[in-house]
Every structure is written in C-alpha cells, then in structure tokens.
C-alpha cells in the first residue's frame, strides 16, 4: 500500500517536472482502458452467496457474457417456516458478477418458463437510463439481452425493477456486481459476499409454515425478518464463514432493502478499512459501517484470535429478534496477548449456538399432520429454552440464588402450570415465593414467541430436572394470551 503511494507520487512528480506524454508512457498500460474490447468473448463466472468468483485477473478489457436465470422457488426463510422467493440464479442473493473496469458486458437475463411474473435488473454499475431495467423486461419462458460498459469500478448492486417494485426487491430479488479497477483489488486471504434484506410475511416472526408476502407490513416498512442471505441461519452452524488466525477478510456487504438501512458491524473485529457506499475511498479503522438500502461496502479485518464472530445489523432488535445474525468461524491458535479468551457464544449466539432448531420443525410438521406427540414437544421446547429461558433460570434450570427462582423442582410452577403460560406471556413482576425462598424481581413478557414455542417450552420444563410432568398445548397459550393482552402486561 506504501510502496503504491510513493509510485504514484513519484509519476505525479515525472509528470509535473516533465511532460504530459512521458506521464501516458509511465502510467501501467492497463490503466483507464476503455478501449474497444479484445479477445475471445469470456463467460463470467457467477457464484452464489456467500461465495465470490474469483479475481478477474486480465490486463485488457474483453467482451464478458453474462448468463442469469430469474428464478421463482420456495425456500426456507427460518427453521420450519418457508416463503416463496424471486431470484436471480436461485439464490438470495443473487449469482455474484465480476467484472473488470472497462469490460463490454454482454447481458442476458432469462426467466424461467415455471415463473408466474415478469422480471427485469436495474444495475447500479451501469451508466444509462434505468440501469438496463427497460432492455431487460423478460416474460416467463423468455431471454433478453443488453450491453453496457462497465466505467466505473467499484462494487454495485443490481435488482430487479418490475412494477411492483417494492414487491420483487422484498422477494429477494438483489445482488452485487463488482468492476474490479485495472489492477484489480489488492490480495487478501478470503473473500465473501454477504447481503442483508428485510422481509415481511403475513405470520409472526418464526411462525411456521408456509408464509405468504404482506404488502402492508411492507409499506408500513415493519419487517418480520431482517436477515443475511436470505434466511435465518444462512450463514450460521455448518454453514458459518470460516477463515484461520492471521488471514486477512475481505466482505463485500450488501443491502437490498427493499426499507431498511443497515448498521453493519462484526462482533469483535475492527474494519482495518471499509470502502464505504463502495466507492473507491477508504475510511481506516472502523467498528460499524452504514450501508443505505440500495448500496454496498467492502469490509477487510484481519482474524487475529479464534472464536466466532458475529455479523449483524447493529439496530440490535434485527440481530436478536428478526435474524439479522451471521457468523464467521475463526480457526487457530490463541493469542492470550491480544484476548484472554473465553468465547461469546452464549452471550450472543443464543438459540443459534445450540446444535440446531430442527426439532422444531419436526414437531411443528408433526402438529399439522396432527400427530404431534409429547417427545415431539420436550425435543423442540429444549432448542428453544436455550437461548430464550437459560441466560436467567440456567440450562439446568436451577436459577440463581436470590436472583432467578428455579423451574427444576419449583413448587410455585407445580402449583399452577396455566398460570406459568401466563407468566411466560406476560412476565412477571413483585414478590413471588419459589421452595420457600421469596423472589421480588422483574421477569420481561416472552412476546417473541408463539403458541407453538411457549406450549413447547413449558412442556419440556415440566419434564425435565425432576419435575412432575405434563403437557401445555397450544390451545392453553392460546387461552392465556387472549386472557390478558400482551401490550397491557408490557404496558404495566
Ligand atoms: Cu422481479
């Protein structure tokens, strides 16, 4: 980086002491190559997230085709709950482009026969009326075709612009072009393509089941989710990023709205640099990086010790409460000299450290087909106590003297186990005498939850740590919620 400072300097210095030709003489000869386009036609390769194809790495500008799919699919967007995606290349978000600064790209955009709408791309890295959206409306069943040259570099996001457009976007219909500089980006270790998004479906967050599109929560720009990659636990589990102790990380981070902006921040990592609103300059040094909806950032850290780091949207309630979660795994050995170490995955990870929330989508699958059973519930109430009830009462249930009364053995919840759903609805709050031992504390209503999870949860408190048993249905949380507005309780 130093070393490319002082070559520039110096061919500043040439040219101002000599003359305009010996500067087109000094200057690399790839620079500002707007030339007409040679050699073979190349076939870009697209990647699909968090993956980025690799350095262009050519000196000239070439003729590059690019082949994209729209295609309409049905995916998971949380565990158990699923929603019907627009994509471009079968990915939220979609297949990412590289190019080089000065390339003649030859665009062809597909839709896929089995779609039910038109599509077209509005990309930002173009210099023309409507970014290609008018050359590149495209019928089911249909291809079209544009051209543009790529002028400036940097890293652009591209959508699709069909009315409603407001209505594609939120589909997830988005993703990055980058235009490398002449000389391309400097090396790095890993690179990764990461792009948030906010959803809004008809159900409650984490409700199950298939969940249709709610145009009035979008407008009214209040999303159920807010994620990266398009669905809760894209990037988390096996699927986390990884890099080792010593690599240097290069994100290109996207946001494709189609509301929110993103306050983008890595849980224990400083940005060395961010190119931000990816353009071309740097701001060193940095601990969250705004990216508006519509723009993009490219982030470099270095991994410096191991554990695993958190992506999110520092507007917190996104990260906690509607997705906006992500995780990089770094691998390698400590550096007590830079970080103690204990690893933060119980503060923060919550329910996505455990091991996973497949057990509640079994039982949620089981509760529709009608044949839900207890073990269904204990396995599912067990994902979600970890996370939601074990940062207070503990994993073993026990509390903490004088602080959080125990639900292992409590005879205050052996009691009354409808008044329990209550209490998980609507929290709790005075003095409440758990085995004897009077507690005078303040437990928040769980309104995150549904009916579903609370059923589940309370069903596996009662049989665990050696408690009497039971079951709480659905139709109980059902009862308790209508019994008491949940606004109220909070209200109180
Ligand atoms: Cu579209």
Redesign the pocket.
Known sequence: MRGLHLARGLRALLAAALCVPLLALAAPKNEGDFGPPRGEPIHAVLTSPPHVPPAVNRNYPARVIVDLE?VEKTMQISEGVNYTF?TFGGTVPGSFIRVRQGDTVEFHLKNHPGSK????IDLHGVTGPGGGAASSFTAPGHESRFTFKALNEGVYVYH???APVGM??A?G?YGLILVEPPNGLPKVDREYYVMQGDFYTTGKYREKGLQPFDMEKAIDEKPTYVLFNGAEGALTGDKAMTAKVGEKVRLFVGNGGPNLVSSFHVIGAIFDQVRFEGGTNVQKNVQTTLIPAGGAAVATFTARVPGSYVLVDHSIFRAFNKGALAILKVDGPENKGIYSGKELDAVYLGDRAGPNLAAVTEASAAAAAGTLTQDDQIKAGQALFAGTCSVCHQSDGKGMPGVFPPLAKSDFLAADLQRAVGIVLHGLSGKVNVNGQEYNSVMPPMTQLNDDEVANILTYVVNSWGNAGGKVSKEDVKKQRAAKPVAKAAAE
């Open positions: 729209v627009w709408m038109p599509h077209n699709c612009a069909t594609h976007v589909n219909m």
